[in-house]
């Protein structure tokens, strides 16, 4: 296994837009792996392939409190339900910003596992934010776009005096609000 790279915004590849996968191979199967272990490693609980600069549709997600039940999402397709809820986000492409979002209350999302088979799957709470959160990402959009111009900017400028040289470990992440 290995440690990828996560894109930092405003990176602008952070904007691609990320393909279906169409063989669920060996090579998923071991950026999958790469992409938990760079996940675990951050800390985080969501990453999207886009944020480690892979423009393949998967996703994949540990909300459970010991961080050993890892999801894997390989074209997921989430149609939202439920309510509009607000949650303040964090997210591993913006170290130390954390922003409230309105997001649907609960999910339901149709995808391929790591194993290639398909699935459906109901979630409520953090993990039906997490996939929204995710999702966006595979289409090329991060959390901040929901701000208005003026708050966006001033983040974009932040992070861009922090950015380099500063070690990804220094941002202030809020214990209570994980990085997805
Ligand atoms: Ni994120």
Redo the contacts with the bound molecule.
Sequence with gaps: MALLDILVYPDPRLRNKALPVETVDKAISQLIDDMAQTMYAAPGI?L?AT?VNVAKRIVVIDTSENQDQLQAFINPVPTGTGEQVETEEG???LPGVIVPVKRHSEVRVSALGKDGKPFELHATGLLAICIQ??VD?LDGK??VDYLSQLKRDRIRKQLLREGRGSDKSSGQHKESVP??
Aim: glycine fraction near 8%; charged fraction near 10%; charge should be negative.
């Design positions: 969501g999207a944020q997210c591993l492409s959160h995710e990402h991060v959390f990085a997805i």
